[in-house]
Every structure is written in structure tokens, then in C-alpha cells.
């Protein structure tokens, strides 16, 4: 099934993407294609109250020559009740069940506000326009200051009893490994989302600060920075075999600041994968980079406006 948003006319949907790294805006056209784009960082803690959260988000959207809108779809870091938008995202201590969605609300009162996890966003964004367009069954994963995901079986997407479903962030995959802040141990996200890997490469020798440099220092071969990519794809690799095994997908498409490393993840990744990917219809997924890359989650926010048939059951 093809969705234009064509019951919206030529109005944008206001996407907004909200994280521990950065927040970003756009206004987004019913084809999906990106217009008018705005990106700041997102303020660290402890330098910042929610309120002063929000007045930063209110900044950046009001850079946007916003007009004639069909709504406001937000991907925002979990975890989250849902559908009411009431966020706690793992990374950004300052927000604790703000109400997000409802101070959007008054901000743009008469208009439907949609509020999902940012997983969820990119996975719905590369279901409808980027790698796993036309396939019916999708894993999308964002790695970056953290690590999520979402779920399409039967071309619609999975909520789940709270909003959460496909949060392949917090699977086990080393029960001995590193604490995580969600309270377990050995959780995807403690091994290979950004700064938890720098901080160990740190405690390994390595002397650079951000994910970003762990990277570069990488493709110039730096030994620690080689085990550390490593270290994360062989995470990826092990839960993506298990979530395979578990949902019987087609594709994965693996997006957020992390993936952009390209071959130094997505070669561990692979291999991990196909160690333990054992079963016949698992060896048929398809395992790729987001096609959208930094936009996955902003054309995703766009969809639950422009595609909710598909991908919005809350109400």
C-alpha cells in the first residue's frame, strides 16, 4: 500500500527528533521528502532543568518557517508511557514524565500530536522510505547515546502493552558484562552504545573522548579502537540473531551515530550474526545501514502523521 498523505493536501507535518546527543526539527512533505531542516545540541547534565529542555526544543522549532501543518510527529529517546507522550528518556535525566506531547499541544493547539520513541521513528521512517520499503517485516535499531529499536510485522508497526515493543537495547547478550543505567547487567546498550564504548576503550589505553573519534581512530587501525568497534558489532551481531530467531524479520536497517562507521561495525556485526543465526529462515535476513541515515527518525515522526493507518494505534 502506497501513502502520499494525500488526505492532508500539500500541508507538512512538523518532525521533530529528540535525543540525548541532539534534538532536531524539519518540516517534512507528504512524499517524505525532507524541507526546511534545524538541528542544535542537545544541552548536557547537569547544566540543564526540563524546562530548560524545552525552551531549547521551543528554540529550534521556531527557527522553522512554519505554516500550513498537518500535525507534529516527535521521535524522542525512551523509555515513555504511551500513547500520552509523558517521556523519561535514559539519557537526558532532566525530563522525567514530561509531558511532552501535551506541551505541544498548547503550543499547537487544534492539531494531532503523536509522540513515539525515536527508535520507533527511524524504524517507521526507513519502513516508508528508506531500506525496508516494501518489506513487510522490519527490525529498525538506532546506536548512538544509546541504543533502541522498533518493530513492523505484517507491514504495521508493534506497540506493545506500553509503547515499548522491539527495544532491542536492553536484550542480554553477556550476562557477566557491563552495568547498565537501566539497572541490569550485560544489556546491547551497555556494550555498544557511544559512550559507554569510549569509556572503555579509555580504560583500555585509548586517549580520545567521543564515539566519533573512536571511529576515525579506528579506520587509521588504531588496536584499541579496532576492539572496540569489534566489541559493539559482535553485540549488535548476537542480539540482532536472537531478535531474528524471535520475530522472523526481512530486514534490519541499523541507523543512529554509530552506523555511520560503516565496514569497522558492520563487518563484526555480520560475523557475529552469521555464528549465530542458525536457523534456515534467519539466514535470509538482510542485515543493512539505514538507507535515510540522520534523517531516519524525522521522516519516521513525519509517517505517524502522514501514514497513522499504518503506524499509530494509540488514539
Known sequence: MEDNGGSHGNASVLAIDVGGTKMAAALVEPGGRVGAYERIATPPPPHVDADGLWRTLLALVDKLPVQELAGIGVGC??????????????????????????????????????????AVAVTVGEHWRGAGRGQPNVLGMVVSTGVGGGLILGDRIIDGASGNAGHIGHVIVDPDGPPCECGGRGCLEAIARGPGLSAWAREQGWTGETGKELAHDAARGHPVAVRAMNRAGWALGVAIASATHLCDLDVVAVGGGLSQAGPLLFRPLEDAFRLHAR?????EVRVVPAALGQMAGLVGAAALIFGADRYWTGG
Not at 536457523?279 to 539466514?283: C, E, I, P, T, V
Request: without cysteine.
Open 77 to 118: 529517546g525512551g523509555p515513555m508511557w504511551w500513547p500520552s507522550g509523558e517521556v523519561s528518556p535514559l539519557n537526558m535525566p532532566a525530563w522525567r514524565a514530561f509531558p511532552l506531547r501535551d506541551r505541544l499541544s498548547e503550543r499547537f493547539p487544534g492539531l494531532p500530536v503523536r509522540v513515539h520513541n525515536d
Open 279 to 283: 536457523m534456515d529462515f534467519a539466514r
